[in-house]
């Protein structure tokens, strides 16, 4: 399986990183390592989820590839960008017999696309016995393909936290260009009947003076029973009628969420208007009396034609 990921950090920085062994055993999604391992050679857990079945294996994961393991090597501490580095991982099935085997050799390039990077050349090989052999190989496929990408987004993350050895001062991950399509859009207001002005007038200037804003800010009407009372003498002093401070304080305020959200739709889209219960039972309630007459009158007229017949 041949696969390639983007990391936003050097060559030289990614490829230091991946000789590290307990760092790239932490960078693989879905594992836990053992406290009591062995940093040149961690162990633990690993799930791993194939199609619609999710298999658990523990084992151990060796990295080589480092300059200082290579004889003959003058300067141990300059590695050189281009020599590959070798991950190697082996597990067996915690419910089972199966096992699986991973030989997996990775390739550091520059990358300029979608910014200033390092591309993984992966190039892997797995051999399995058990549940993972029984699947098929797209599932396979499909899988280690997005452990390849988490992997790598776990290698930028841990890359930013913990800093490689002898990094420079200040590198960090590239500045990836960012599209218009992601730019946040600033959520609407949430009154539909308010306009701009009413929303600009809300916000506070942060050179203006406290006192100043709670000037401009009209009184909130009390809910005590002397401010009750008081309401239309208030009112008159101030020379603003009940119903436009009202409005002043709904504009500048604005609805709460539960009032937007349970609030009826206006417009063509409003809910007609239910039948008041007691408009027709009224007609109903003379329409059998009057049938009751008519039926009577009727019986009676033909038993007086029958008498005189």
């Known amino acids: ?6 990391v936003p950090f050097p060559v030289r920085t990614v490829r230091q990183a991946l000789t590290e062994p307990e760092r790239v055993a932490r960078c693989v999604p879905g594992v836990q390592l053992d406290a009591d391992a062995a940093p040149h050679r961690p162990e633990g857990r690993l799930r791993l989820r194939v199609g619609s079945s999710t ?3 523990r084992g151990a994961l060796t990295v080589s590839g480092d300059p200082a393991d290579r004889p003959g090597d003058d300067d141990p501490a300059a ?5 590959p580095v070798t991950i190697e991982a082996s597990g067996t099935e915690t419910r089972g017999d199966g096992t699986v085997a991973l030989t997996l050799t990775v390739r550091c390039a520059p990358a300029s696309e979608p910014g200033p990077g390092t591309t993984l050349l992966c190039d892997g090989a797995v051999r399995s016995a058990g549940r993972l052999a029984a699947a098929d190989e797209q599932s396979a496929a499909t899988a280690g393909r997005r452990l390849l990408d988490r992997f ?3 290698l930028a993350s841990d890359l930013t936290d913990r800093p490689v050895d002898g990094a420079p001062d200040g590198e960090g991950p590239a500045a990836v260009p960012q599209s218009v ?3 946040e859009v600033p959520p609407p ?9 009413d929303d ?7 050179d203006e003076p406290v006192e100043a804003v709670a000037d401009d800010v009209p009184e909130v009407a009390s809910f005590d029973a002397d401010a009750d009372a008081d309401a239309d003498a208030d009112a008159e002093e101030f020379d603003v009628a009940p119903a436009e401070a009202a409005h002043a304080r709904r504009t500048m305020i604005g609805r709460s969420a539960e009032e937007v959200d349970h609030a009826p739709p206006r417009g063509r889209y409003a809910p007609v208007p239910a039948p008041e219960p007691g408009g027709s039972s009224v007609p109903l309630r003379w329409a059998a009396p009057a049938a009751a007459v008519v039926l009577a009158s009727a019986v009676v007229v033909g038993r007086v ?3 005189r017949r």
Do not use: C, K, W
């Open 181 to 183: 399509f992601d730019t």
């Open 200 to 206: 600009v007038s809300v916000v506070a200037d942060p």
């Open 79 to 83: 590695p050189d960008e281009a020599a």
């Open 305 to 307: 034609l029958r008498r």
């Open 1 to 6: 399986m041949e696969h390639e990921v983007y």
């Open 152 to 154: 790598a987004q776990n």
């Open 189 to 197: 207001s949430l009154d539909p009947s308010g306009g701009a002005e």
């Open 55 to 57: 298999i658990t294996y």
